[in-house]
């Protein structure tokens, strides 16, 4: 009900606020508990407090709102007696009339988003805190919850760019988040190097502003990314889910056609083999009737040498099925492609295919995901699928979106538990080299930086509607649970359809999230 009070236009403007600010700013001191005594009591006390807050604020008019919580404007002082009113009672209709309309607007948007990032934090550091009980019972000990506590006192202190006390915290923390321990000190672990990072590169308190992050710093070896990304694809089944999905999209639009054509915006990461091509040309030489006189793949990106190399063995692999093939890298990146870098011919089919891709381009305005959709939309594909990861990653509060991290990576880490032997040494390369790369960025990054900026499907579903693409609702609900049981994923992954889509979860958490669109 509370996102239903954030106009479109005004969720996308926020992502511009400075993030770096404290969260005390924007919080009521009921979400956010500092844990000091080690108990898991507190704060469930303030949290029955805050739902009872939203409750009455749920209740409460926009007028109401206005003046009971003026004091945003006016330093903390009260204005609450008749002569010093925000909106008099004798001249209310006078002091709306004279009230700017930006300001207004500003007004009821930022309790607005005071809202709604503390029930953000709250669910999220709920579902933290019940998972650290769950280590509880298995170990018989506190530290999972200890390890929560911490968690979230260090990330308040980097917030606040309390360098002490977070360097404090940090030491402890160290300590307790194991890389090879349970499920959730491994998560710890990643969350923890992001909190150092983010720490060493704030200002002190009082300074404006962020420092850029050096590249050399953050950046973790190509060969290492690349050997996490190919076990990710092996061991998981996240990439696998959106291959399939996608997969089972274009085949549907190039039905009945001769001569189809993919553009590939970043070939799945530059995975390797081109895994998702080798499943499409087989199931396209098998179909029914006859396969396309001809099939072209466009793969978009920066890494263009080894795009080509992929060409070729799809080359291969496609004329040992009888398909013709014709392969063609464009060396760009998203923001800066154009239409006529895409080779199109006469009479095809066109498809654009985005595996967690478009995320990186959302940045503090909207105007940068807008212009790769405008330039899709006048390729005029017949279809475009989107794979994104399923979660709020791009809010514009640091803790807000520090927890809803926690949240989202603690059930991968935990699906990944279930999977691989604790001392797995292909488990930890997965945990440190993807998603803890994932994790730092998210945490330590600010501004160009920070392109880990996954959304909620709702979120891609209104961006997409409003660059004039309208959804084409996927309907494989039943194939897609067949699949899961053929790739044979470990217990506890399920599928969804939430509107149109299909979301992979891991138990009832979603994950990744695809969906199909039409011009």
């Known amino acids: ?48 407090e805050a739902r009872n807050h939203k409750r009455l604020k749920r209740t409460q008019s926009i007028a109401e709102s206005i003046g009971s919580n003026s004091s945003l404007y006016s330093g903390g002082k009260s204005y609450s007696n008749s002569s010093s009113s925000f909106i008099s009672r004798s001249s209310s209709t006078n002091s709306l009339n004279s009230l700017p309309r930006l300001h207004f607007r500003d007004h009821i948007w930022t309790y607005t988003q005071r809202y709604l990032a503390a029930e953000a934090v709250e669910e999220a550091a709920e579902a933290m805190i ?74 002190p308190l009082g300074a404006v502003g962020f420092i850029a992050p050096s590249i050399n710093s953050l950046d973790t070896a190509w060969e290492k990314k690349e050997e996490a990304l190919r076990l990710v694809y092996e061991i998981c089944p ?79 692999y496609a004329q040992d099925l009888d398909i013709n093939l014709e392969f063609s890298a464009v060396e760009s990146n998203l923001e800066n492609l154009r239409p006529e870098d895409i080779k199109r011919e006469d009479g095809e089919a066109l498809v654009v295919n985005s595996i967690l891709q478009l995320h990186c381009v959302v940045k503090e305005s909207r105007g940068a995901l807008n212009s790769v959709l405008q330039k899709i939309n006048e390729l005029s594909p017949k279809a475009l699928v989107l794979v ?16 809803e991290a926690l949240h989202y990576y603690s059930a991968i880490f935990d699906s990944l538990e279930a999977m691989l032997p604790k001392y797995d040494t292909r488990r930890a390369k997965i945990e440190q080299f993807y998603f803890g790369e994932e994790i730092k960025n998210i945490v330590s990054c600010e501004g160009p930086a920070r392109v880990e900026r996954h959304e909620r499907v709702d979120q891609w579903r209104r961006r997409m509607s409003r660059a004039g693409f309208q959804a084409a609702p996927i309907k494989m609900m039943a194939q897609a649970k067949q699949w899961l049981g053929k790739v044979k994923a470990c217990e506890g992954y399920n599928v969804m359809e939430e509107k149109g889509c299909l979301v992979l979860g891991w138990k009832s958490k979603p994950i990744v999230a695809a969906s199909c669109w039409k011009c």
């Open 238 to 316: 996240h990439i696998k889910f959106g291959h399939f999905v996608a997969n089972a999209s274009i085949l549907e639009a190039f039905e009945g056609e001769n001569f189809a054509h993919v553009v590939d915006l970043g070939m799945t990461l530059g995975l390797a083999h081109g895994q998702q091509w080798r499943q499409l040309i087989h199931s396209l030489a098998n179909r029914a009737g006859r396969p396309p006189r001809r099939l072209r793949i466009t793969g978009v990106g920066l890494c263009v040498d080894r795009f080509k190399i992929i060409g070729e063995e799809l080359e291969a």
């Open 388 to 403: 994104e990861q399923d979660s709020s990653h791009n809010g514009p509060f640091f803790l807000g979106r520090f927890m």
């Open 130 to 203: 019940s998972a650290a009980e769950g280590e509880v019972e298995e170990d018989g000990s506190g530290d999972g919850m200890r390890l929560v506590q911490l968690l979230i006192a260090c990330a308040e202190a980097v917030a606040c760019r309390d360098k002490t006390h977070a360097s404090s915290l940090l030491s402890e923390l160290r300590a307790n988040a194991l890389v090879f321990g349970s499920s959730f000190q491994r998560v710890a672990s990643c969350f923890v190097q992001g909190l150092a990072d983010r720490l060493s590169l704030v200002q």
């Open 1 to 48: 009900m509370a996102s239903g009070l954030l106009s479109e236009e005004t969720s996308d403007e926020v992502s511009g606020l400075d993030t770096s600010l404290s969260a005390q700013a924007y919080y009521s001191r009921s979400y956010l508990p500092i844990f000091q005594n080690g108990s898991a009591t507190n704060w469930f006390h303030y949290s029955d």
